[in-house]
């Protein structure tokens, strides 16, 4: 994996898929989860979602991000499965806080759809490489300044983590303490975070000046390093997610 990236490099049919056809599933597969509140049918998305993750073999890096909600997910737990107010059923006690069937079971619902938005975003994200990604949205008429804040949105979390890690060793060296109880870890959280922002932000300037050198916001025709790769089924694919959007929208109207 490019250590300024989340791209995973894996020979595997998600990874040949037209990085717009991920994008269009990324917000079918959220949307219809909404649209069409059913548990069963979100347990489908969902389970797709999770297939795409094993067909690209990137199923295992999906997991820490998804434990990083389990924090939330227990909240919802918590919070829907007391206090919803279509609480009727009583499914169990804990000493004085009970616990109901209809909160429980919309908690579910709420999971279900925190663990889908997660890792359908993990399909797109760390099957595509940034790049190739912008260039295809740049090849459909998007502006390249919004390319530009999309591959700076998939690079930024890499290069904090990488920035991070070159500080706290620096002041590691210099005989700072970053390991051991949690007290110790937030004395040393503080005296991190300065060096890390300030490097951000001059790591923005230069770019800025990389950018206007390279002549970014010059006018004319702009060309492109890589070739336009046509993929197969496509078009099928996306007409496809189009008519699972569009069966979504009538089963609401229906129920």
Same mark, same amino acid.
């Given at each position: 994996?490019? !250590?300024?990236?989340?791209? &995973? ?12 056809? @991920?994008?269009?599933? /990324? $917000? ?6 909404? $649209? ?21 073999? &990137? ?9 990083? !909600? ?20 009583? #499914?169990?006690?804990?000493? !004085?806080?009970?616990?109901? @069937? ?20 993990? &399909? #797109? ?13 740049? @090849? /459909? %008429?998007?502006?390249? @300044?919004?390319? *530009?804040?999309?591959?700076? $949105? ?20 210099? %005989?700072?303490?970053?390991? %051991? ?14 060096? /890390? /922002? ?19 916001? +010059? ?9 336009? &790769?046509? *993929? +197969? *089924?496509?078009?099928? $694919?996306?007409?496809?997610? %189009? ?13």
């Amino acid at each position: 994996m490019n !250590s300024m990236t989340l791209y &995973v490099e894996r020979n595997s049919i998600v990874h040949k898929m037209d990085p717009i056809t @991920k994008i269009i599933y /990324v $917000i079918v597969s959220i949307a219809v989860t909404y $649209i069409l509140p059913v548990h069963l049918f979100v347990v489908i998305v969902t389970s797709i979602t999770l297939l795409l993750l094993i067909l690209g073999k &990137v199923f295992r890096k999906i997991l820490p991000i998804i434990g990083v !909600s389990i924090l939330l997910i227990i909240s919802i737990i918590i919070v829907q499965g007391i206090f919803h107010p279509d609480n009727v059923t009583e #499914l169990f006690s804990i000493g !004085s806080i009970t616990f109901y @069937k209809e909160g429980l079971s919309y908690a579910l619902l709420l999971t279900l759809r925190v663990i889908n938005m997660l890792s359908s975003f993990g &399909v #797109l994200i760390l099957t595509t490489r940034p790049d190739e990604l912008v260039e295809r949205l740049i @090849k /459909v %008429g998007l502006s390249p @300044k919004i390319g *530009y804040v999309f591959l700076s $949105i998939f690079q930024l979390i890499p290069q904090m983590q990488s920035m991070m890690g070159k500080i706290t060793d620096a002041q590691r060296s210099r %005989g700072m303490e970053t390991e %051991g109880n949690l007290f110790v870890r937030m004395k040393a959280f503080f005296p991190l975070l300065g060096p /890390v /922002v300030l490097n951000s932000l001059n790591d923005t300037r230069e770019r800025a000046i990389a950018l206007e050198v390279r002549g970014f916001d +010059r006018k004319g025709k702009k060309t492109f390093l890589n070739e336009t &790769v046509v *993929y +197969r *089924y496509q078009g099928i $694919i996306q007409l496809f997610l %189009g008519l699972v959007l569009v069966g979504a929208i009538i089963g609401r109207v229906l129920l």
